[in-house]
């Protein structure tokens, strides 16, 4: 089964500021045949279901703020918020749709310094 | 307006079952793969099971293969996941989540299943 790792597993950072989180998968799911990251991002909030923001590793979804981006290939990926917002505090998470079970990392908690 | 609404949830004895429901509108529902994931009090994500477009295909994770079963009813616009021999680690919030491709992009509010004697 691949497992996913991320990191750092909470950060806090002044409104303004950039966030990054880290997310590492224990082997490729990089697909050749789509050539995709299957790699994908939520945010959630207490007490709410999670929110996808990317997917295929850098792809926004629709009505998502672009400070939010996402990057990597192969097993190193990397979500941004670029400019910390207050309604940005949240719980993030990878998953990976490469291949059942589709693991999540263990989440990231983004505070306001 | 896309929207998925779990049920059936509730307190149990361990050993029990559940059968959770998650209806849904707003989308042809047999165009989608449909996941269950879950959520243990303070915890992370766990994903638990998937099913194909057609219901020929069922995936599980380990600690809830041969326990779980994931079904689907087009007719009905509904997904279940009938959960048998339940133990207390199964105490979680279940969401449904409608998948496109390689990702989720709807999810449901969730049903808490508690396990416990």
């Known amino acids: 089964d691949i497992v996913m790792t991320q990191s750092p597993d909470s950060l806090a950072v002044s409104l303004g500021e950039r966030a990054t989180i880290n997310c590492k998968s224990s082997?490729?799911?990089?697909?050749?045949?789509?050539?995709?990251?299957?790699l994908t991002w939520y945010q959630q909030k207490p007490g709410q279901p999670p929110k996808l923001l990317i997917y295929?590793?850098?792809t926004r979804e629709s009505g998502v703020p672009d400070r939010f981006s996402g990057s990597g290939s192969g097993t190193d990926f990397t979500l941004t918020i670029s400019s910390l917002q207050a309604e940005d505090v949240a719980v993030y998470y990878c998953?990976?749709?490469?291949?059942?079970?589709?693991?999540f990392g263990g989440g990231t908690k983004v505070e306001v310094k | 307006e896309v929207q998925l609404v779990e049920s059936g949830g509730g307190l149990v004895q361990p050993g029990g079952s559940l059968r959770l429901s998650c209806a849904a509108s707003?989308?042809?529902?047999?165009?989608?793969?449909m996941h269950w994931v879950r959520q243990a009090p303070g915890k992370g994500l766990e994903w638990v099971a998937n099913?194909?477009?057609?219901?020929?295909?069922?995936y599980y994770v380990d600690s809830v293969r041969g326990r779980f079963t994931i079904s689907r009813d087009d007719a009905k616009n509904s997904v279940y996941l009938q959960m048998n021999s339940l133990r207390s680690d199964d105490t979680a919030v279940y969401y449904c989540?409608?998948?496109?491709?390689?990702?989720?992009?709807?999810w449901g509010q969730g049903t808490l299943v508690t396990v416990t004697s």
């Open positions: 989540a409608r998948d496109p491709g390689s990702r989720s992009d709807h």
């Open positions: 707003g989308f042809t529902l047999n165009n989608y793969w």
């Open positions: 099913i194909n477009r057609d219901g020929s295909g069922k």
């Open positions: 082997q490729s799911i990089f697909y050749s045949s789509d050539n995709k990251n299957h």
């Open positions: 295929w590793a850098s």
């Open positions: 998953q990976q749709y490469y291949d059942v079970p589709h693991a």
